[in-house]
């Protein structure tokens, strides 16, 4: 059987999250929906600011008063600071007024306080002509009343939530996560805090992938390990199908004998694709098992890291309505040689230094020290080689864990 290609698998995750039925939505109260996912579009039922106010900590005048403001200076006349509702301006004097405070009614600029000059009988003298609307902040220049602030499958970031509260609303309507259940497969596997018995291995994917999931605000349902045996494995999947939105998978989906989990959604389930021109990844499994999507990551530790944040990620973002699912991707110049071209796409673990991207230690699909130690994965194409100061395509963590 042929690889498929990183983006055609990719493109075929997506279709796949794009046919799901949204989770359904619950409102929560605004402090709380950092991450969330908007279930509606989100209008503004206020101007915002709500009136004409000052940039500026200065004076308020009408511009008909320019001539004696510069001339004979003008009476103050007020005092606004912020929070207050003044009244209207007095023609022929002005107000002392700060930043954020109301503009009254019948000034139409403001001076700064640099350049007015008063005097101790109260006259304010201004140097400058001014224009109208000069250091004003007009009602509305950030949102008008009845405009979209956030549309549906936002992704709610700090800015957001302080647009939403600059409106005044205090809730917000967000899509439920998604309930993913995490399967750990192989007999060698035990829990850490146990002790190791000959032939184990501490069960660490358990924990890259809840971590991940917990940076993506979904509920892991925590499924333990599976034993590697066909029936013990039939009846896991099935008891998970019933109760989760996803079953995540690690290990048993390679080809050998032990691998019962790919034997499982082959022989009961629906296979959608298997094996892709990716390293580390190879066996990286899209599959429904009894109706539930099973995405099935291989065993070593790197190419579950690898294939969660190129594949199960952007999937899981799309069946939340999320458009924007590519990570971000930077172009830096390689800190290193690669002579010999691999038939598949390689996501090496690797890090900034010095303005060029180098590799992080080892790179077996084994070895999770080197994900440690790197900031980031870089990719070269299958095909490629790589010439020290070639631009390469740089996936920093940051912008793969959120
Ligand atoms: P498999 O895909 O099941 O053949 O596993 C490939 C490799 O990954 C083997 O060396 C396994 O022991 C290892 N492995 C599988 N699952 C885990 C896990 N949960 N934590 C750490 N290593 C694992
Ligand atoms: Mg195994």
């Known amino acids: 059987m042929s690889l ?9 995750v997506l279709a796949s999250a794009s046919g799901e039925v949204l989770p359904g939505a619950e409102t929560v109260p605004l402090a709380d929906a950092l991450g969330r996912v908007l279930a509606k579009p989100l209008f503004s039922e206020y101007d915002v600011p709500p009136w004409d106010n000052s940039a500026m900590d200065g004076y308020a005048l009408h511009t008909e008063d320019m001539i004696t403001a510069m001339q004979a200076g003008l009476k103050v006349s007020q005092r606004i600071t912020a929070g207050m509702a003044p009244p209207a301006l007095m023609r022929g004097t002005c107000a002392r007024i700060f930043t954020g405070a109301p503009i009254p009614a019948g000034a139409d600029t403001v001076e700064m306080q640099e350049n007015v000059n008063v005097d101790e009988q109260g006259q304010a003298s201004f140097a400058h002509a001014l224009r109208p609307g000069q250091n ?36 917000v309507e967000v899509l439920k996560p998604l309930r993913i259940a995490v399967l750990s497969t192989g007999d060698e596997l035990v829990e850490p805090g146990q002790p190791l018995g000959a032939g ?37 999947l099935q008891s998970l199908a019933g109760r989760a939105d996803v079953i995540i998978t690690s290990g048993g989906v390679s080809v050998g004998e032990a691998d019962y989990l ?23 499994t899209l599959a429904r098992f009894a109706g539930t999507p099973v995405l099935g990551l291989p065993g070593n530790p790197a190419a579950v890291l690898v294939t969660f944040l190129l594949l199960v990620r952007p999937y899981l973002l799309r069946r939340l309505g999320i458009q924007q699912v590519a990570p971000v991707t930077m172009d830096v110049a390689a800190g290193f040689d690669w002579k010999k071209p691999g ?9 900034l230094e010095d ?9 077996s699909s084994g070895v999770l020290s080197s994900a440690t130690e790197a900031s980031g994965l870089v990719c070269i ?22």
């Not at 498929?4 to 075929?12: D, F, I, K, N």
């Not at 809840?210 to 979904?218: D, E, F, H, P, S």
């Not at 996936?395 to 793969?400: D, I, K, M, N, W």
């Open 343 to 351: 038939n598949r796409d390689e996501y090496l673990r690797a890090r």
């Open 262 to 284: 790919g034997q499982t959604l082959r022989e009961h389930g629906e296979l959608d694709m298997w094996k892709l021109a990716i390293k580390p990844g190879k066996p990286f």
């Open 200 to 236: 184990q291995i501490f069960n660490s994917n358990r924990y890259t992938l809840i971590g991940c999931l917990q940076r993506l605000g979904q509920q892991v349902i925590d499924a333990g390990i599976l034993e590697d045996d066909p029936d013990a494995t039939h009846k896991r």
């Open 136 to 171: 004003i902040r007009p009602r509305g220049q950030d949102i008008n009343a009845g405009s979209l602030l956030l549309d549906t499958g936002s992704r709610l970031r700090p800015q957001d939530l302080g647009l939403i509260a600059s409106v005044g609303r205090s809730t």
């Open 381 to 402: 194409t299958a095909g490629k080689t790589v010439a020290r100061g070639d631009q390469l395509p740089f996936l920093p963590f940051e912008g793969l864990f959120d």
């Open 4 to 12: 498929m290609a990183v983006s055609e698998a990719l493109q075929r």
């Open 355 to 363: 303005g060029h991207v180098v590799l992080a230690g080892n790179q």
